[in-house]
């Protein structure tokens, strides 16, 4: 292989790490370390190499933390540091979520090595990007239909896949979506297993989250990105519905070329998550993409679908236009589905908010946020004065979701 510095610090490389694979380029570098392209000796793949350094508080702390989950012990539960120990603290705890684990939509762990000043985690090599970076390469940011659909369904099913076994990612966002390949913008073929799941330094196995208190973590900083938020990661509650939201703004963003909630500062954007709907009418999109985007940003976690759920919604379902039934936007009934009835709203009492947001392009908006996101995602730090500020008032006011349609059935589908 070889590259731009591939042999920069062999010799502070864990010998066994060095055995098994040849050092290639750089592929990037950060606050916690860098990751770099390597081969593997014996087959001849190529992988990704993420490096960062570590200390021996953090071996001391993990192995304390991993003993209390294995005991289930949550009254002594231990969080990530918030200095550099803290990002040594991700590097064992991505290794260890993605240990015995393997899923086309998640990124998959090869080998993990411990050196004298080093972890070096093995992984897929993705070579096609972000999410954030493909749909930049439409106009105005919005993806097709036909292939938002597909982008969707995979990082949904690597959402269930994960919440099945009682992971919480915690930190979803398009950034942290990738593809396993280069591919055109249109005319390619989208095998199930394209996108992947990547960066689980934050991500919490549910026998981790405190009992009593509706699983509230007083103690716990945010974990995530702010325009990622669900409105109950800002009481710190630790729940997989969080996921599941991060997943509607996903697929908001790819579909309507904007971020559903944006402001100016921190505190607008927190106010706009907690107390608005985002527009749906910036871009025509169809009545069946955007329910499905209205299912998942439900504000009341109790009644918003799980990742299973939503990947029996229609517009998941349906593979070509002709075969999708249109919704009458005046249906405020609940749906019909059995699997995800009893996650709808009691009632359906919008506040008519929609298209009062900004409605600037994703293009613009994104690429803005891109930047923000690798500080925000760092300390992700609840205690910020627009977090408190919000925690603290008796009440906040949260208006119940937009009028939904009834998901529709094979049987209609059919008609």
Not at 89 to 101: D, G, I, Q, R, V
Not at 336 to 356: C, F, H, N, V, Y
Request: proline share 6%; glycine share 6%; with cysteine.
């Amino acid at each position: 292989m070889g590259g731009k510095g591939s042999k920069a610090g062999l010799e502070v490389f864990p010998p066994a790490f060095l055995q098994d694979y040849e050092i290639g380029q750089e592929l990037g570098e950060g606050a916690y370390g860098k990751v770099i392209m390597v081969q593997h000796k014996q087959s001849g793949e190529k992988r990704a190499a993420k490096i960062t350094r570590r200390t021996n508080q953090t071996d001391a702390t993990y192995r304390q933390k991993k003993f209390r989950r294995q005991r289930k012990d949550q009254t002594a539960r231990e969080q990530p540091p918030d200095t550099d120990e803290g990002e040594s603290w991700s590097a064992l705890n991505e290794a260890e979520c993605l240990k015995k684990y393997q899923h086309k939509n998640i990124i998959q762990r090869h080998d993990f090595y411990t050196g004298d000043p080093m972890y070096v985690l093995v992984i897929d090599l993705c070579t096609g990007g972000d999410l954030l970076e493909y749909s930049l390469r439409y106009d105005n940011g919005a993806v097709p239909e036909s292939i938002a659909r597909k982008l969707i369904r995979q990082v949904l099913e690597g959402l269930a896949y994960l919440h099945g076994l009682g992971w919480i990612h915690r930190d979803l966002k398009m950034e942290n979506v990738m593809f396993s390949r280069k591919l055109k913008l249109d005319n390619d073929v989208f095998e199930d297993s394209l996108l992947r799941i990547i960066d689980f330094g934050f991500a919490t196995h549910v026998d981790e989250v405190p009992s009593g208190a509706d699983s509230h973590d007083k103690k716990a900083k945010a974990r995530g990105s702010l325009h990622y938020f669900a409105p109950e990661s800002v009481y710190r509650k630790i729940d997989p519905s969080a996921d599941v939201w991060a997943a509607g703004v996903i697929a908001y963003s790819i579909l309507y070329g904007t971020m559903p909630f944006d402001g100016g500062d921190e505190t607008t954007v927190l106010q706009k998550i907690m107390t608005e709907e985002p527009p749906y009418t910036t871009r025509q999109v169809s009545p069946l993409a955007a329910d499905l985007v209205r299912r998942l940003l439900v504000k009341d976690n109790i009644y918003r679908m799980t990742a299973a759920e939503a990947l029996q919604h229609p517009f998941l379902l349906d593979s070509s236009p002709h075969d999708i039934t249109p919704l009458s936007n005046q249906h405020t009934s609940p749906p019909q589905s059995a699997s995800s009835e009893d996650r709808l709203p009691p009632s359906s009492q919008s506040s008519s908010k929609t298209g009062r947001n900004s409605s600037s392009t994703h293009s613009g908006q994104q690429q803005q946020h891109h930047h923000q996101h690798q500080q925000e995602q760092q300390d992700g730090d609840d205690d910020s004065p627009a977090a408190c500020e919000l925690r603290e008032e008796e009440q906040v006011h949260t208006p119940s979701s937009p009028p939904l349609s009834p998901m529709v059935s094979a049987d209609d589908r059919r008609h």
